[in-house]
């Protein structure tokens, strides 16, 4: 009787180490999980931010022309959402593509009349987003008008 009553103690702290190993390893993989989509988000952001300075500065090195800037970085004028502008659609790795592969989206478009900060500056407003519709980075570009 005495060895029965071991045995099912035993039994009993086996199952509990199991428990408490199988919580250990669920917040392990959750936390492991998290790094993971921040890593994507974090690798995401830094090469929409790229991509959005490099086409910053080259609209700002052609005095904002947008057909210059279109013809250099690979994209197309469009009206998009209303709104006349320079689009350029890029695939996974961030290379500039067509519609087909895209998905990312930057677009830059140009303020006119009472939405100009000034008479001889140019604003345009740069965006860069997934095709479901998640903004990752957006802002203002500013070029003097030549």
Same mark, same amino acid.
């Given at each position: 009787?005495?060895?029965?009553?071991?045995?099912?103690?035993?039994?009993?702290?086996?199952?509990?180490? !199991?428990?408490?190993?199988?919580?250990?390893?669920?917040?392990?993989?959750?936390?492991?999980?998290?790094?993971?989509?921040?890593?994507?988000?974090?690798?995401?952001?830094?090469?929409?931010?790229?991509?959005?300075?490099?086409?910053?500065?080259?609209?700002?090195?052609?005095?904002?022309? %947008?057909?210059?800037?279109?013809? !250099?970085?690979?994209?197309?004028?469009?009206?998009?959402?209303? @709104?006349?502008?320079?689009? !350029?659609?890029?695939?996974?790795?961030?290379?500039?593509?067509?519609?087909?592969? @895209?998905?990312?989206?930057? %677009?830059?478009?140009?303020?006119?009349?009472?939405?100009?900060?000034?008479?001889?500056?140019?604003?345009?407003?740069?965006?860069?987003?997934?095709?479901?519709?998640?903004?990752?980075?957006?802002?203002?570009?500013?070029?003097?008008?030549?």
């Amino acid at each position: 009787m005495n060895t029965r009553s071991k045995s099912t103690l035993f039994l009993i702290e086996q199952l509990i180490v !199991i428990a408490v190993f199988a919580i250990c390893a669920a917040a392990c993989i959750s936390i492991l999980a998290s790094a993971y989509f921040t890593s994507v988000e974090t690798s995401e952001m830094s090469n929409a931010l790229l991509v959005a300075e490099s086409v910053a500065e080259t609209y700002k090195a052609t005095g904002g022309d %947008l057909a210059v800037v279109a013809r !250099i970085m690979g994209g197309r004028l469009s009206s998009v959402e209303g @709104a006349y502008g320079l689009v !350029i659609n890029y695939d996974s790795n961030w290379l500039a593509g067509d519609e087909s592969t @895209a998905v990312y989206r930057l %677009l830059l478009t140009p303020m006119v009349g009472e939405q100009r900060v000034h008479a001889s500056l140019n604003s345009s407003e740069l965006s860069v987003f997934k095709l479901e519709g998640e903004e990752i980075v957006s802002f203002p570009v500013i070029t003097r008008v030549n």
